[in-house]
């Protein structure tokens, strides 16, 4: 599948028109990341966002020691992880990890996604939209997961 | 092509639960392979009105019982 068709399926761009997509896909990098390889570490900087095209990751919070530490939720293809630190530019608010092999994501930096935001309205509200609507489905699940 | 955004709880065990894009929706009785493990779907719930191509799908699953 090619890197436009796979962005197509991503809730992010939901609503962008074909060019618009295209617009994004210059924008992307993508990375293969091993089993157990660290993507971000909670507390540091960040200013990127990673879309997961392939595999599994794991969301772990907690203190620095391994009996603090809890994984919250696995995200899988088509999910967006890194997306806080995107927004609030404050750290890291988890640790993410691949479990699988393979796990691919696709990279876009702060800056340049935020440029390409300012110079498109349009862009930068449906993407913006979509950000909200995903923390929101995040919230939703993480609700269901307290039900019991 | 519909996009089907799964909410994935699974109940009576340790794992997390999952947040992923299937291509189908998940049903009730088939099972689901998160990673390297396996767990049975027992609920499927529609979480949200449909956006664009997107449905937005709960399910509860429980781990499979080995033979």
Known sequence: MGLLEILQDVELFEGLEQGEIEQIALLCTERRVA???????QGEPGDELYIITEGFLEVIIGGTSTSQRRVVVNLGAGQVVGEMALIDQG?????????????TVQTIKR?????LCMENNRIGYIVMRNLAADLSFKLRHHNLSERD | MPV?????????SDHPGAILNMSRPPK???KIRLGTREFQVVEVLKLLPPRGDFQYIHATCRAVENP
Not at chain 2, 4 to 12: F, N
């Open chain 1, 35 to 41: 089993e157990s390889e660290q993507l971000t570490t």
């Open chain 1, 91 to 103: 750290p890291r608010s988890a640790t993410v990890r691949a479990i699988d092999e393979p796990t």
């Open chain 1, 111 to 115: 800056e340049a996604f935020e440029k």
């Open chain 2, 4 to 12: 089907y955004k799964v909410s994935i709880v699974v109940a009576g």
């Open chain 2, 28 to 30: 009730i009785g088939e």
